[in-house]
């Protein structure tokens, strides 16, 4: 009986210290981008130039595959293979068009991560701020596991998850236009 006890132990010890690490390394990831969307946004270029430079982020560190295919819905099996590859790329540019619009949220400073949860195995949502000389900006983070490394599958700004509002906007205008997956793409490359 206290065997077993001690195995629950240290298996419980060892269940702590890798999530322990997980939150450690997402943490030092999302460390790691912040300072580059900053300064996306501190610097002084073009709408069409600060897009680029953040579509150059979306790809490096989103996992666009699992954004895009989220923001279906119930529509995602659906999907032309044949489409795959220019929705995903026009979903990434979406994205960066979004954090261009929204621009002046990531002006800050720098970035203070304030808490970090697992949600699942592979699952974790970062709670953080953007620190401006006199002000903060909440922002939150959804990081995903492929293996080894975490990618970004959402981020909160303004009170909004942006691929929630993706999935919200896609679906309506595929139920509008009877799961025609045209119409999407038409009206994504119309919005690059």
Do not use: C
């Amino acid at each position: 009986m206290a065997t077993a006890f001690v195995i629950a132990l240290i298996g419980m010890a060892a269940t702590s210290n890798a999530k322990t690490r997980d939150l450690i390394s997402a943490e030092r990831y999302i460390k790691s981008i912040a300072p580059k969307a900053i300064a996306i946004a501190r610097r002084k270029m073009s709408k069409t130039q600060r897009t680029a430079r953040y579509q150059r982020l979306v790809r490096a560190h989103a996992a666009l595959p699992a954004i895009a295919l989220f923001s279906l819905g119930k529509y995602r099996n659906k999907l032309p293979a044949r489409n795959k590859a220019e929705y995903y790329r026009l979903v990434g540019k979406f994205m960066a068009q979004f954090f261009t619009k929204y621009t002046g949220q990531f002006e800050g400073k720098r970035i203070k991560i304030t808490r970090s949860k697992k949600r699942g195995p592979r699952d974790i949502i970062l709670d953080a701020d953007i620190l401006y000389d006199s002000k903060k900006n909440p922002m939150q983070w959804r990081l995903i596991k492929r293996g080894h490394r975490f990618k970004i599958f959402d981020i909160k700004l303004l009170g909004i998850w942006l691929t929630l509002q993706m999935r919200s906007q896609f679906v309506t205008l595929l139920r509008s236009n009877n799961g025609d997956f045209n119409a999407l793409l038409a009206q994504l490359r119309k919005s690059n």
